[in-house]
């Protein structure tokens, strides 16, 4: 008997529908398919038996016409404006409004159930409507204390301060976050507004938290002081631009602080939006958001108004991401934008870790503290050492290999968990116990318990040279020390296992750049001691924050829209494991280069290339694969000739499995029109490149590569590429969840809500509100013992939409013509994890629009079906073959 899960836990986001068959992927051991070489990570998850439940509460509509940022007038807007209000009531749409947007978004965003999405798109002058996303900041992580000065070395961002004079003077950088302690020393200090931090607002207050159970601390208190309780803000404007004991990017930057979080918890994107209108209006010339609503389109509002911001001068930066290990198409908006400069992480070189002694050689120790263990007290000699081996007793049955009593036990890492060694050694009377990694490195031990002895990490290399002393016969002790030794990280330079992939769900190429943000050391609220470590895409985007202020201070004619590819030219592509370059859509086009950019006299544009799905045709069921060609504009902007030789490096792939893919080293080729090109100065000449698919159809294969322009004056400019190589409409976006073992859930469901605190009208949005499936069974649609008795689609999507529609079926042909409509929405996001759901309710009703008129009309009590039609990433909409669809099984409606 198939158990039944329980949908719970309320996510951030992600729109869900039908389900046909599980995707048919090519596994890593098909003999036909691609080469394997690793895999990027397991699949993510839910808990056992448990579903997680990704239903918004709030909505963004957008009008038919641009923003005023973007060309209308703003008696246009108004109009659309007060039209929209008196429809919508007229049609009987049951919202709360929340926001109104005129400069960067034009539209609305409203609280509403899911049962008026029908009418309201249904409503004269609705363009579009989005789910309303939640956004979280990533906790500290303090194990080490990593480096700034080398993270600003990686880009060269030293050289541009100290060779070239640049500090970013005279440049007004806006951050979106949680605020900035303004009092702190690297910034100048002071009380709001200081001459570092000039402008800003808090939008929220300090107990505003979007996620919640507290219906007050849901509704936003703002105010003029954009003071950071949080610490998160604080900490990337540090990496933008502290100048104290932390020096970040560009120390001279002027500062706008623009709250929009509270001192913990979450934010929802509209509140985003307001932020950058005030951004917009206080002129700023950069804009950094380290915030991001993974798996979105670049339609999404907070993208599109990013976009608006460009074309009105303004450079975004954003984060691409920390869902990496939710798979590929796990980049988010606004950082997806079409003109943001979405930005990937690298990891930093180096560490600066806590330093021991060992005794009697005197050699430094660089180690880190376990998890919730209490650090070690300075000035404090351990009793001597013994290696007891893996220390795994429970779960491996081993003995150790010492008896550890009354010494410190020095225990090899692997076979089982940290909390197994670290209790095992204590259990055997150690007063100190020291895990030596077993791969090169410092690791942060977690899921450790305090027991009140010392526990630390240690690097392979130093659990080998304390063995080694052992071996020859000393008494070996460690001395802790208050000081800090820098050690070179093993996974320097390389992609942050946690920066989302791209492409986004259209295709287009994304992230856009990389910069240092893994293990990132900056400025934190003074309250929370002043400085802390970071990791996260959120610490990258500042770095190109940054770099962009230094270019602009140097070059201020350089408008917003060039500024991604002057940076894009000019970066570095990284490696993955020091031997393969790194995937495209993981990386964009490098690491930046500040001083590159600084001295480019060679521009190539288009500067970067999306190539789109390979597949054009069938014929007689087999693939037509179609090259792409595209005309490259090689610039020379120096005073004499250059001569420029067109090269291809190719990049690694990734394939199958949208959640858990394989990394591999198929790839492309490159045709060139012209493989040389002669170009006088100030001139410039178009070459054409032709690249070729690796010809793997139905493997959901992403493939990229660089393009080179190699000049005769030394100049080195890339432009990376990449494409889905296959059919992208074969994508099985709707499918049953897989919660592993074996454990399927065959959704879409219809189901009833079966226990809920909370709501928004019909929409339960209490974290642990459980849902059942109820096809088949009776409606009342009323409210039954607190409950609402109406039928729910449970659905979960692999994969982005562009268009999803619930419409009504009647086994006795009473809905009409267009009279069907239950729900309809514009471009989705895919399901966070594996285990996530959507839930749309239906109260009953359809709706159509006759001329400007959007009528909504009650069904008669009897037996209805509800059908999913969804349209595919890119889908062709008049092809049958780019939708999914799925009809519910028969139930009820008996009204009271």
Not at 686 to 691: G, P
Not at 869 to 881: E, F, I, T, V, Y
Request: proline share 6%; with cysteine; hydrophobic share 40%.
């Amino acid at each position: 008997m198939r158990r039944r899960p329980v949908v719970g836990a309320l996510a951030a986001f992600g729109l869900a529908a039908t389900t046909v068959a599980l995707p048919s992927i090519a596994t890593a051991n098909d003999p036909d398919g691609p080469e394997a070489l690793a895999p990027v990570h397991t699949a993510p998850a839910g808990d056992e038996d448990t579903l997680v439940n990704e239903t918004p509460g709030a909505w963004f509509v957008e009008l038919e016409s641009p923003p005023t940022a973007q060309g209308s007038s703003r008696a246009q807007v108004s109009r659309e404006h007060s039209a929209f209000k008196d429809a919508a009531g007229a049609a009987g749409v049951d919202y709360t409004e929340r926001e109104e947007f005129t400069s960067l978004f034009n539209g609305f965003s409203i609280d509403m159930d899911s049962s008026q999405l029908g009418r309201l798109q249904a409503t004269q002058g609705v363009k579009a409507i989005y789910p309303m996303v939640q956004l979280s900041v990533p906790e500290p992580q303090t194990a080490a204390i990593p480096d700034m000065a080398t993270a600003l070395a990686m880009t060269g961002s030293d050289v541009a301060q100290n060779e070239l004079g640049l500090t970013g003077a005279g440049v007004k950088v806006a951050v979106m976050d949680t605020g900035i302690d303004y009092a702190h020393p690297d910034f100048g200090g002071g009380e709001f507004p200081t001459e570092r931090v000039a402008y800003g607002y808090d939008f929220v207050g300090d107990a505003y938290d979007a996620g919640s159970p507290d219906a007050d601390a849901r509704v936003p208190q703002p105010d003029g002081d954009p003071m950071d309780c949080q610490g998160h803000g604080t900490h990337v404007a540090g990496i933008v631009g502290a100048d104290g004991d932390v020096v970040g990017v560009a120390p001279e930057v002027t500062f706008g602080a623009y709250r929009v979080f509270g001192c913990e918890g979450s934010t929802e994107a509209d509140i985003m939006i307001s932020a950058m209108e005030m951004a917009l209006e206080d002129d700023m010339d950069i804009l950094n958001m380290s915030i991001g609503s993974a798996f979105t389109w670049p339609s999404y509002p907070t993208a599109s108004a990013s976009n608006a911001m460009v074309d009105a001068g303004m450079i975004v930066a954003a984060s691409i991401g920390n869902s990496g290990r939710s798979g590929v198409y796990s980049a988010g908006a606004p950082g997806v934008g079409e003109k943001v400069i979405g930005v990937a992480s690298v990891d930093n070189t180096n560490t600066d870790a806590a330093k021991a002694v060992a005794n009697p050689s005197g050699e430094p120790v660089a180690y880190t503290v376990l998890s919730t263990v209490a650090a070690p007290t300075a000035g404090e000699t351990t009793d001597a050492m013994v290696h007891v081996g893996r220390g795994c007793v429970d779960t491996m049955g081993d003995t150790l290999l010492a008896d550890p009593t009354g010494m410190t036990a020095l225990v090899d890492r692997g076979s089982c968990t940290f909390e197994e060694k670290y209790a095992s050694a204590v259990a055997a009377g150690a007063t100190a116990v020291v895990i030596a990694n077993n791969i090169p490195g410092l690791f942060n031990g977690g899921g450790v318990t305090d027991q009140g002895v010392p526990g630390v990490g240690i690097s392979l290399a130093d659990g080998d040279m304390l063995k080694a002393q052992m071996d020859a016969g000393e008494t070996v002790t460690l001395t802790w020390t208050d000081e800090t030794v820098s050690v070179v990280s093993p996974t320097g330079g390389e992609k942050s296992d946690f920066s989302s992939y791209g492409l986004a769900p259209d295709l287009s190429l994304k992230p856009d750049l990389a910069a240092p943000g893994g293990n990132i050391r900056s400025t934190y609220p003074l309250a929370k001691g002043g400085y802390a470590t970071l990791s996260g895409t959120s610490m990258a985007a500042p770095h190109v924050a940054g770099a962009a202020a230094l270019l602009l201070e140097a070059d201020p004619e350089i408008a917003a829209t060039e500024m991604r590819d002057l940076l894009q030219n000019t970066a570095e592509p990284v490696l993955y494991a020091g031997a393969y370059v790194e995937t495209v859509h993981g990386q964009g086009a490098g690491l930046i280069d500040v001083p590159a950019a600084y001295a480019a006299t060679t521009s190539v544009t288009p500067a970067k290339i999306s190539l789109g799905e390979s597949v054009v045709d069938r014929v007689d069921g087999e693939p037509v694969f179609e090259p792409v060609t595209t005309t490259l504009t090689v610039a020379n902007d120096s005073d004499a000739e250059v001569t420029y030789t067109m090269g291809h490096t190719t990049a690694l792939a990734t394939y199958g499995d949208t959640f858990a893919p394989t990394l591999s080293t198929i790839a492309g080729t490159a045709e060139f029109s012209d493989t040389e090109v002669t170009v006088p100065a100030g001139e410039s000449a178009e070459v054409d490149v032709t690249i070729t698919s690796p010809g793997f159809d139905g493997y959901q294969v992403l493939y990229g590569g660089f393009i080179e322009i190699t000049g005769d004056d030394g100049s080195e400019t890339s432009v990376p590429y990449a494409g889905f190589d296959g059919d992208y409409q074969d994508i099985e976006a709707i499918t049953p969840i897989d919660l592993g073992d074996g454990e399927m859930v065959d959704v879409p469901w219809i189901s009833r809500i079966s226990e809920c605190a909370e709501f928004v009208e019909f929409d339960c949005i209490d974290p642990m509100g459980s849902y059942s499936e109820a096809g088949g069974e009776t409606f009342s649609l009323e409210w039954v013992d607190g409950l609402p008795d109406y039928p729910y689609v449970l659905a979960h999507f692999d994969h982005q939409v562009e268009d999803f529609t619930l419409t009504v079926i009647d086994s006795k042909d009473r809905v009409k013509g267009s009279f069907t409509v239950a729900a309809d929405l514009g471009p989705l996001g895919r399901n966070e994890s594996s285990a996530g759901v959507q839930a749309f309710v239906w109260d009953g009703t359809v709706t159509k629009t006759r001329g400007n008129t959007t009528v909504t009309k009650d069904l008669k009590d009897g037996e209805y079906s509800l059908k999913i039609d969804a349209l595919k990433a890119n889908g062709d909409r008049s092809n049958p073959d780019h939708w999914e669809t799925w009809t519910s099984p028969e139930f009820t409606i008996d009204r009271p």
